[in-house]
């Protein structure tokens, strides 16, 4: 399974298990639908995949700061969109 499907599934276990929202579950299935235009971004992909898990609404805001919110998620889909269009020139 390449990183594009690993992405698929990280998404709708993070959705079940994790309450991902939609629009970011929606952002993040952009980019898992158009390989050919993330192909040169597979490290920062592989690197949203292992994040996934660990997905919390309320990341950050505990007693240890822990796990990633929407904020963490964010900025690696801006990172891999930037690296994508930068590609496609």
Do not use: W
Not at 37 to 62: I, M
Not at 66 to 74: L, P, R, S, T, W
Request: glycine share 8%; charged share 30%; hydrophobic share 35%.
């Amino acid at each position: 399974m390449d990183v594009f499907e690993q992405l698929k599934k990280a998404v709708g276990q993070a959705r079940r298990e994790n309450e991902l929202p939609d629009h970011l579950a929606e952002a993040i299935l952009e980019i898992a639908e158009d390989p050919s235009n993330y192909s040169k971004c597979t490290g920062l992909v592989n690197r949203l995949v292992e994040r996934l898990p660990d997905y919390d609404t309320y990341a950050q805001t505990g007693y240890l700061g822990m796990g990633v919110n929407d904020a963490d998620i964010g900025m690696l889909l801006k990172a891999i969109k930037e690296e994508g269009k930068s590609g496609s020139n």
